[in-house]
């Protein structure tokens, strides 16, 4: 089992606000690596550092190591776009631009530039596919992506991702606007996934934590509590604190 | 569609199967030690109790897993209870395969008393309740799992009869009573090995109508709501 991204000692300020301390954290190739903790426990900071979206507030300090394929991401000589092509992201609420289905999936390549009309239509076909869209949508390709139900959204915008052949996809709660049989078709797709990508997930749902991870990080206030194999954490934490927030004792 | 959580159930399944086959064989051939007088067929109950000891282990930490990690509800959380109880029951069905051969072996040294021409029945029910209600657990078969329940009727019956012919036996004659306590001991691993195969059987019952069949509560709640 490789490891694709280690974290370490990783410090982060926003202005005077220490909302990451000292944590480590490793990403296994083809795993499912999930986040959980309390709201503001710096969760999604920690998975907006690893490609660097926390760059654009305003104020952030980050101090520490962050490895990605052997290579310090915040080093010199890196090109934030191609990591962020590299370390896709999933968020929240569903975002697909206000194009065609067709041209969701498309737009990455188009910027990139590089791929004919022919390759375009194959690799939207593939990345649909992949994502279970291909069947619903191959006749509605035209339609808008915002005409879409939620979950749909959702995993166009997955879709949208796979177009440009990431290597990680982080996932900031991307059910949490879903309801429970949205939710398990995107947790059956990232089960899929997983045998091709590795995911990282922040999410507010321990549960599906429990469900689809394999490794579980517990976070509290900013600090790394927990990391361990999810069986471990959820059967059998070295931690107090992690055994009280499993078992719905706090938080 | 498909649940990533199917495969896994399945898994799980396969695995009590490979259970149930190694302790189908361990009571087989403690049968076969005592009833056909056969001493090659003790050893290799001692080796798979093991066997059966690890797989027991196993499939309770998966159980444990699978209940922690996905919070199973309805058919899947009867399905994984009724697996966590066979599972012990298996064990035990084991454990009595174990102590009939250590009996055994003192047996097939010595001058077989009467009774013993009822063993080889009492063992061919004890063995057919075993085997059919395992298999009504797999397939999920639940009018062959009625069927197990009644034979424990008939089983209980034989060890009664047993016990109290072997009681006469010390009665009459005192030197007797070293092989009828043996055999008398023996009938009564055969009579738990039915219990515990009925109490497979109850599981499957369990895990596919939902119906708890233990202690006659079905025929109590029936009785009730008359």
């Known amino acids: 089992m490789s490891t694709v991204i280690r974290v370490e000692n990783l410090d982060l300020f926003y202005g005077d606000f220490h909302a990451l301390k000292k944590v480590p954290m490793e990403v296994l190739a083809r795993h499912i690596t999930a986040l959980i903790g309390p709201s503001g426990c710096g969760k999604s900071t920690l998975l907006r550092t690893l490609n660097r979206m926390n760059d654009l507030v305003p104020g952030v300090k980050i101090t520490g190591s962050i490895l990605f394929d052997g290579k310090e991401i915040y080093g010199p000589g890196i090109d934030v776009c191609t990591l962020r092509k590299r370390i896709g992201m999933v968020f929240q609420r569903p975002n697909p631009f206000p194009l065609s289905v067709f041209d969701n999936v498309a737009f990455g390549l188009r910027v990139d530039g590089r791929s004919s009309r022919r390759q375009i239509e194959d690799i939207v076909e593939q990345s649909l596919k992949r994502a279970w869209l291909w069947e619903p949508l191959k006749d509605r390709l035209n339609d808008s992506a915002l005409s879409l139900p939620l979950d749909q959204q959702q995993r166009l915008c997955i879709a949208r991702l796979l177009a440009v052949e990431p290597e990680v996809i982080l996932m900031d709660e991307p059910c949490s606007a879903l309801d429970p049989i949205s939710t398990s078709k995107i947790e059956e797709l990232m089960l899929e996934l997983k045998k091709d990508y590795t995911i990282v997930i922040v999410t507010h749902n321990m549960q599906q934590a429990a469900r689809i991870s394999d490794y579980s990080g517990y976070m509290l206030l900013g600090e790394m509590i927990e990391f361990d194999a999810t069986d471990k954490i959820f059967t059998n934490p070295r931690e107090g604190r992690t055994q009280d927030y499993i078992s719905g004792r706090y938080g | ?226």
């Open chain 2, 1 to 226: 569609m498909e649940r990533h959580f199917d495969e896994q159930l399945q898994a799980l399944r396969s695995h009590l199967m490979k259970m149930s086959a190694m302790a189908e064989v361990m009571i087989a051939d403690a049968v076969r030690s005592v009833v056909e007088h056969d001493k090659d067929a003790i050893s290799p109950v001692y080796e798979r109790e093991e066997l059966v000891n690890t797989m027991q282990m196993e499939i309770d930490e998966s159980c444990m897993k699978l209940i922690a990690l996905n919070q199973p509800a309805a058919a899947d959380l009867r399905f994984i209870l009724g697996i966590i109880k066979t599972n012990s029951e298996l064990e035990r069905l084991a454990d009595e395969a174990v102590n009939i051969v250590k009996k055994a072996d003192h047996l097939l040294t010595v001058e077989q008393l009467k009774p013993f021409e009822l063993i080889p029945e009492t063992s061919n029910i004890a063995r057919s309740m075993v085997r059919d209600s395992l298999r009504s657990f797999v397939n999920r078969n639940t009018s062959l799992a009625r069927e197990v329940l009644q034979r424990d009727d008939q089983l209980d019956a034989l060890k009664t009869k047993i016990v109290n012919l072997l009681k006469e036996c010390m009665a009459e004659d005192s030197k007797t009573v070293s092989r009828a306590l043996d055999l008398m001991y023996i009938s009564r691993c055969l009579e738990r090995i039915g219990d515990h195969a009925t109490n497979i059987a109850e599981n499957a019952i369990f895990v596919v109508e939902g119906v708890d069949v233990r202690h006659h509560a079905d025929e109590k709640r029936a009785a009730k709501s008359v």
